[in-house]
């Protein structure tokens, strides 16, 4: 779980939920708002926060290659399988992290790189995210 500034704000998250349905329909749940309040209000008692401060939310899906367990206990490493590692025409990124989207990312641009005439590569860690 994270706390962050943000836009003068503060962004909270994360939560792990398995998700089946229409990926348009997702949204955060009740049960995870709550939880993400009663973890702030653990570490920060001296700025308590409600549902009632909450601005927005939103949700995403992270797709995960089938394992047994619970979503929670799966790896959160990133699997990128492709038809031909040399020349990929297919590619399939499986699992990650919000922290490493970027570096991920990156490797993936190198394998597409290899299939397509492509300008130079910026190095995007100079790129400023919105």
């Known amino acids: 779980m994270f706390f962050r500034p943000w836009k003068g704000a503060t962004l909270a998250g994360t939560t792990e939920t398995e998700f ?12 995870e708002i709550r ?6 209000n653990h570490y920060f008692p001296d ?3 409600s549902e009632d ?3 927005d939310t939103f949700c ?5 290659p089938q394992t047994e367990g619970t979503p929670f ?5 990133t699997i990128v399988l492709s038809d031909n590692v040399k020349q990929p025409s297919y590619l399939a990124v499986y699992g990650g992290k919000l922290t490493t989207y970027r570096k991920e990312s990156e490797k993936v ?3 597409i790189m290899r299939r397509i005439a492509a300008g130079k590569m910026r190095n995007s860690s100079d790129i400023p995210l919105k």
């Open 35 to 40: 939880d993400i309040l009663n973890t702030y």
């Open 60 to 64: 995403g899906l992270r797709v995960l």
């Open 109 to 111: 641009l190198k394998m």
């Open 73 to 77: 206990a799966a790896s959160r490493e």
């Open 47 to 49: 700025s308590p926060c």
């Open 53 to 55: 401060d909450i601005i």
């Open 20 to 31: 089946t349905g229409d990926p348009a329909e997702a949204r955060p749940t009740t049960s």
